[in-house]
């Protein structure tokens, strides 16, 4: 079980300073990895206020093939005549490593990306790494 928190504050020229929380759970169960996030971000002049929650889970079928799958979403609070937007994401990513070489691929979905209404995003990535 492994348990974390954390604090973060911006300070802005403009005075919109920021300050953010975090707080997380994981528990690893033989080869299943499971957690849990929690983050608040606050300004009180600028329209970067939310708040977000992440699930995931993690599954090691063997020493060389690793799956997991991770889902989310984030509350953006507008200011004044901004309207708040909930932003849902998942993704799910392989990786099978052998050696010095692993291969990795992930596949990624947002609906209403960054906190903008109707910005949809989806991205596939694969990713070959060799290390000498």
Known sequence: ????AGYSEVE?????????????VKYAFGPV??????????SATEASAAEGNQMSIAFNVNENLAVSYSDGEIDHFGVGANADVEEDFSSVNVSYTSGGMTLAAQR????NSAGVL?????KTEIVLSLAF
């Open 33 to 42: 990895t499971v957690g849990a996030q929690r983050n608040i971000t606050t």
């Open 118 to 122: 109707n910005s949809d995003e989806e």
């Open 108 to 111: 990624a979905e947002a609906d």
């Open 1 to 4: 079980l492994t348990v974390g």
């Open 12 to 24: 802005a020229d403009s005075g919109k300073d920021t300050e953010g929380y975090a707080g997380f």
